[in-house]
Nanobody, 122 residues
Framework: QVQLVESGGGLVQPGGSLRLSCAAS????????MDWYRQAPGKERELVAS???????NYADSVKGRFTISLDNADNTGHLQMNNLKPEDTALYYC????????????????WGQGTRVTVSS
């Protein structure tokens, strides 16, 4: 019922910037939360940043001051602005959202995107 599609990944040099986008589509009533996770090769998936429709945000210590998350329910899109990228930011980045649909307007369901790859290397 809801699809999440990430975009914006790529290869960037250390110190560079990327802006990831997550476009949600389907029978959306409201996106209550949207988060970004990442998984580096051989490592567990970790939460990078989270946001709510009310405007609250939280960040992993490793990205505080460098990444900014945003959520726009008007166009069902979220973004992760990543600045001053480091090689250790290299990973597959996933969008995750809790979404209430027009069929279930009182209860949210969790959805995941397929991921977008970010590589930070000189």
């Amino acid at each position: 019922q809801v699809q999440l599609v990430e975009s914006g990944g790529g290869l960037v040099q250390p110190g560079g910037s990327l802006r990831l986008s997550c476009a949600a589509s389907g029978s959306i009533f409201n996106i209550d939360t949207m988060d970004w996770y990442r998984q580096a090769p051989g490592k567990e998936r970790e939460l990078v940043a989270s946001s709510t429709s009310g405007g609250s945000t939280n960040y992993a210590d490793s990205v505080k001051g460098r990444f900014t998350i945003s959520l726009d329910n008007a166009d069902n899109t979220g973004h992760l602005q990543m600045n001053n990228l480091k090689p250790e930011d290299t990973a597959l980045y996933y969008c995750h959202a809790s979404v209430r649909t027009i069929f279930r307007p009182r209860n949210g369901d969790d959805y995941w995107g397929q991921g977008t790859r970010v590589t930070v290397s000189s």
